[in-house]
């Protein structure tokens, strides 16, 4: 038997404003970055990381970039998804890559989300990962990944970061469509950035373009007025080469928002003439994020 109830003009005009004010409820548009970090963990490259950027477009449609990582090293993704009334979107699909020469990456994924407003977004992503190189193959996955993607809009709100907080951006840096993601993890303290992933490209002396993944030093401390200044040179030895690496990475925290740069750049020189081979740089990139 079927209970029927019938609703007194008040509660009935009441449904009706909330129907009104949803049905009027700006929908989600423009870049949307940030992603997924393990707690706890002091390797910022390792299984259950990601990060993910969306960029929200007219007609309900959402084009989609990620990069998951496992054991055996980081798949990407390239997607597109329609967000639906309820603000949900889900995407499932398989992509392969060659990172580099004589490389090959197999990406499954399954991911799914839903916008919360305008400005925020929440989900999951899983991706099974398949690497082949020098004859030699390996699979790894990504775990579940929990991730939430921001607008950010610039506001810092009171300076000094938001304690045990995780932070989600964009870079001044475009991938294929979205603009480039960055999530940070501020510690329990507020005094160090736990951990923090990017994506982000350099531009060679070779005139190609690389891409991947990058990081400040893991605990790159934050001062009382909520900036970070971190600056790492190190060199990467091979037989035949040294790769010498110069990064920097800045950032202004407050309780509502967080700003900052980075710079990227290596220089590659053969071992027996010392000669440089290569030359790559990324400038300095802007990047915004919130809570």
């Known amino acids: 038997m079927r209970a029927r109830v019938a609703l007194s003009g008040t509660v009935a005009a009441a449904a009706l404003l909330a129907a009104a004010a ?30 993910v950027a969306l960029r ?16 055996c090293g980081g798949g ?72 939430s993607v921001r607008r950010p809009d610039g506001v810092l709100g009171k300076p000094g970061a938001a304690a045990d907080t995780l932070y989600y951006g ?9 603009r480039r993601p960055i999530v940070l993890r501020v510690s329990s303290s507020g005094r160090v950035v736990s951990s923090a992933l990017f994506g982000e490209s350099v531009h060679c002396s070779d005139d190609t373009d690389a891409i991947g993944l990058e990081a400040p030093r893991t605990n790159a401390p934050i001062d009382a007025k909520g900036r970070v200044d971190d600056h790492e040179r190190f060199t990467i030895n091979s037989d035949t080469t040294d790769v010498r690496v110069n990064d920097r990475f800045t950032a202004q925290f407050g309780a509502d ?21 290569r030359t790559c740089a990324s400038g ?4 915004t994020a919130a809570p």
């Open 22 to 51: 949803a049905a009027q409820a700006p929908a989600p548009a423009g870049n949307f970055g940030g992603g997924g970090l393990v707690g706890g963990s002091h390797d910022h490259f390792g299984p259950g990381n990601a990060v």
């Open 56 to 71: 929200a477009l007219p007609g309900g449609k959402l084009e989609i970039e990620a990069t998951a990582r496992g054991a």
């Open 76 to 147: 990407d993704i390239t997607t597109d998804a329609t967000v639906a009334d309820d603000g949900s979107f889900s995407a499932d699909g398989r992509e392969r890559t060659q990172p580099a020469p004589g490389v090959e990456v197999t990406t499954t994924f399954s991911l799914m989300g839903t916008f919360s407003g305008p400005t925020a977004a929440d989900g999951t992503l899983t991706a099974t990962i398949k690497r082949t190189a020098a004859g030699r193959t390996s699979h790894c996955h990504s775990g579940r990944v929990t991730f």
């Open 170 to 178: 964009t870079t001044s840096q475009r991938g294929v469509g979205p």
């Open 257 to 277: 928002g967080a700003r900052g740069t980075f710079s990227l750049s290596d220089r590659t020189t053969d071992k027996t003439t010392h000669r440089t081979l």
């Open 284 to 287: 300095v990139v802007k990047w």
